[in-house]
């Protein structure tokens, strides 16, 4: 079955950084795309950074254009999130999401708290 499973989460402080990785399993990992979403306390979980499968085209949100790069390695069927200049805007709940066969697969989540 579709596993993903995050790492990488902690406390930081504003502007230091921080690298999330997804571990993926159960399905052919180079052949669909792969997104990264966050959801802070009280709010709706939103899309951060999506990764194409073989031409690696990514997309972010606004709020993190500049700061964070998503990538992969196939080879690793793992996917990354490389975040830079972090804010106390940039707490949540981090989750790898995957779209297969018309179904979401999310991961357990990582949380990431920046404070000083």
């Known amino acids: 079955q579709v596993q993903l499973v995050e790492s990488g989460g902690g406390l930081v402080q504003p502007g230091g950084s921080l690298r999330l990785s997804c571990a993926a399993s159960g399905f052919t990992f180079s052949r669909f795309g792969l997104s990264w979403y966050r959801q802070a306390p009280g709010k709706e979980r939103e899309l951060v950074a999506s990764?194409?499968?073989?031409?690696?085209?990514?997309n972010y949100a606004s709020s993190v254009k500049g700061r964070f790069t998503i990538s992969r390695d196939n080879a690793k069927n793992t996917v990354y999130l490389q975040m830079n200049s972090l804010t106390p805007e940039d707490t949540a709940v981090y989750y790898c999401?995957?779209?297969?066969?018309?179904?979401?697969?999310w991961g357990q989540g990582t949380q990431v708290t920046v404070s000083s």
């Open positions: 999401n995957a779209y297969i066969g018309w179904k979401n697969y």
């Open positions: 990764i194409t499968s073989t031409d690696y085209i990514s």
